[in-house]
């Protein structure tokens, strides 16, 4: 898988779009991009994937570049429970959902 | 609700002891994995299973043991042989082998070891 690169920690105010962004310079063409995060204490949590388009769900946008070497994860409207550590990860589809996490950013979000 | 059901959430043994941590998932998924987290450290995969009656190694397979007899459980056993036991654990699954389908998670348990 390719290597992720985010910013140890940011700040947000609530209420406030929270921007989280991921460097993947070196992923492949059918390597997707996820996001998950997690709270603490608790199991990590699927947020969104893509491939290339942007997609949105109820929880997130993602926007990936046009040649896929960043991408940035989008809470529109960040709340106190947003707080948490969100991991970029990049996969190969079809090689097994084997996920190989790296140390993620801290999302604070202030009131 | 569907989910993964991790017990207990504390967990504590004394040093040379093995002790088997529960994942049970009624997701009806067909693959399972295994995780290990340590303070301020990202997951590290330990065992994972694809089908019922198959797993294969993680990256830090090394005094773990798993069994996969049911599809709905994948029980993971830390060995006297783990140096470093102490370690939050975390079970996952998903819709198949392969695809884009994403992991779901458990809520963990945490392990000490003393």
């Known amino acids: 898988d390719a290597k992720t690169t985010q910013p140890t920690s940011m700040d947000c105010a609530e209420g406030r779009a929270a921007n989280l962004p991921c460097n993947h310079s070196t992923i492949s063409g059918n390597e997707y991009v996820y996001w998950y995060r997690q709270i603490h204490s608790q199991g990590p949590q699927y947020i969104i994937h893509g491939l290339k388009n942007n997609e949105t769900n109820e929880m997130a946008s993602l926007i990936i570049t046009e040649d896929r070497k960043s991408s940035t994860l989008i809470l529109p409207h960040a709340t106190l429970r947003d707080t948490a550590v969100y991991y970029c990860?990049?996969?190969?589809?079809?090689?097994?959902?084997?996920?190989?996490f790296g140390g993620g950013t801290r999302l604070m979000v202030k009131p | 609700d569907g989910g993964i059901t991790q017990s207990p959430k504390y967990l504590f043994r004394k040093e040379g002891q093995n002790v088997t941590l529960s994942c049970e998932q009624n997701?009806?998924?067909?693959?399972m994995y295994w995780y290990r987290q340590d303070p301020g450290q990202g997951l590290r995969l330990i065992y994972y299973?694809?089908?019922?009656?198959?797993?294969q190694k993680g990256d830090i397979a090394e005094g773990y043991s798993v069994s996969r007899e049911k599809k709905e459980s994948f029980p993971l056993t830390v060995t006297s042989a783990q140096k470093n036991p102490t370690a939050f654990y975390l079970c996952?699954?998903?819709?198949?082998?392969?695809?884009?389908?994403?992991?779901?998670f458990g809520n963990g348990t945490r392990l000490t070891v003393t």
């Open positions: 990860i990049v996969r190969v589809r079809n090689a097994g959902n084997m996920l190989t």
């Open positions: 996952a699954s998903s819709i198949k082998r392969g695809g884009a389908s994403p992991l779901h």
């Open positions: 997701l009806n998924h067909d693959a």
């Open positions: 299973s694809q089908i019922v009656n198959d797993f």
